[in-house]
């Protein structure tokens, strides 16, 4: 199961930061994913974190602003969202899948979201200009 949260109303510029709560997982064994979906867009992957190597993956429109992490202590995985644009505005959720252990999966490097296992109900991020 996973527990998305941390959305909320910021304006252009500002920071937010998601959590992802994964619970009844083996953790460890599965890459993690962000995925938006803005209204009237189809849904759209956003980071991934691979297991098998630590690498993360981000779409070219939030690279270099997003960063997704992880605690492996609380079972967390967070995006971190810096220098937020109106387009980002959209419901943000964390879905996961499982990893390949030994090398990357194909899904996690091209964050597909139609390969993931579990999604997690989303969480609202709204970005005013």
């Known amino acids: 199961q996973l527990q998305a949260s941390g959305g909320g109303l910021v304006q252009a510029g500002g920071s937010l930061r998601l959590s992802c709560v994964v619970s009844g997982l083996a953790f460890m064994d599965y890459d993690i994913g962000w995925f938006r979906q803005a209204p009237g867009k189809e849904r759209e992957g956003v980071s991934c974190?691979?297991?098998?190597?630590?690498?993360?993956y981000y779409s070219d429109s939030v690279k270099g602003r997003f960063t997704i992490s992880s605690d492996n202590a609380t079972k967390t995985v967070y995006l971190q969202m810096n220098n937020l644009k109106p387009e980002d505005t959209a419901v943000y959720y964390c879905a996961s899948l499982l990893g390949l252990r030994i090398t990357t999966h194909p899904a996690c490097r091209e964050i597909n979201y139609s390969s993931m296992d579990h999604w997690g109900k989303g969480t609202l991020v709204t970005v005013s200009s």
């Open positions: 974190l691979d297991r098998s190597d630590g690498n993360t």
